[in-house]
Structure formats: structure tokens, C-alpha cells
């Protein structure tokens, strides 16, 4: 009889629940396209800012190669005025690619997920153009690795090997 491990390498090879190389797959893909949104249009990027909800998270996106705006939510304001101040500052769509004028990127926790659709519901009732695409993947081929953004510091390395496949003009290098 199969060990549960072995029955886990089973499964994972015959069509079941992705592997941690598939999943590491999609979350590197999502990130280094919302690395090449976030970078400052000097760089090449759109500058489209990326919300997050505290300096740990601003502190992991850095560590995976993040060089544009991090809005953080936690900054004392309620939910309002840092709606009002998203809005007022970045618009409707970004100017420079036509696509959202934001990426959302609350942690993939049950609180994290409010926040999110707290946000997500005010912006698009002022009729701005949000990115949560980039959550939603990490939501699900992140989660068995942790459940906020902070979380994916500890596999910054790993995950920016496979991000400079989808985005070449990363400057990391391997050591």
C-alpha cells in the first residue's frame, strides 16, 4: 500500500491537485506581469500602483523585485478617504496602457478578502478599472504556502527565477 506521500506524488502526476513547480508556475507568471504594470514608465513599465495592506507586504513585494508605487491601506485613513485619494490620484484607467488604474492585492485570508471587495466595490462604483487578477491567481497556487502577501518573502528567490521568464528586463541574477 502507498504511503501517503507516495499516494500524494500519484495523484499529483496523473491530473490531480497541481504540483508546488505548477504552482509556483502560475504565481511567478501573475507576478512578473504585475511587476512589468507596477514598474515606473521610465523603467519600461505602466506605473500602475499596486494596493497592499501593510509595510511587511511593501517589504515582500520589494524583496520580489517591485520597483513602482505601493499604496498601503493601513496608513490611519478610513476607508473612504483612501478610496476618494485612489481615485483622485490614479483616475479610472491607467494612462499609459488604457488597462486598470490599480492592482489590489489584499492578503487571500477571510479578512484579507473583505478588505478586498470592500475596496473593490467602492472603486468600481466610481466606475475605476481594477486589477485583481494578480490576487486571485495567488489565491489559489499560493495558499499551501501561507495566506498573505507577506508570506511570499520567504520564497522571493525561487519565485523570481521563474518571474524572469515572463519578464526578461528583471535584474536579478542568480547567484
Request: aromatic share 6%; proline share 4%.
Amino acid at each position: 500500500m502507498a504511503s501517503g506521500n507516495e499516494w500524494k506524488r500519484r495523484r499529483n502526476s496523473v491530473g490531480g491537485d497541481p504540483t508546488r513547480e505548477a504552482r509556483f508556475e502560475i504565481a511567478g507568471k501573475a507576478l512578473a506581469e504585475a511587476r512589468i504594470r507596477n514598474r515606473p514608465q521610465k523603467e519600461g513599465g505602466c506605473s500602475c500602483p499596486i494596493l497592499i495592506e501593510g509595510n511587511k507586504d511593501v517589504l515582500a513585494l520589494r524583496k520580489l523585485g517591485f520597483s513602482g508605487t505601493i499604496e498601503k491601506l493601513n496608513r490611519g485613513w478610513d476607508r473612504s478617504r483612501l478610496v476618494a485619494y485612489l481615485f483622485e490620484t490614479y483616475g479610472c484607467q491607467n494612462p499609459i496602457d488604457g488597462g486598470p488604474s490599480l492592482i489590489i492585492l489584499m492578503d487571500w485570508d477571510r479578512t484579507g478578502g473583505r478588505i478586498q471587495n470592500d475596496i473593490s466595490i467602492r472603486l468600481k462604483s466610481m466606475d475605476v478599472v481594477i486589477d485583481e487578477a494578480t490576487r486571485m491567481e495567488l489565491l489559489k497556487s499560493m495558499k499551501l504556502e501561507g495566506k498573505t502577501v507577506e508570506s511570499l518573502a520567504p520564497f522571493a528567490d525561487e519565485l523570481r527565477v521563474i518571474m524572469k521568464l515572463y519578464d526578461p528586463d528583471d535584474c536579478y541574477e542568480e547567484e
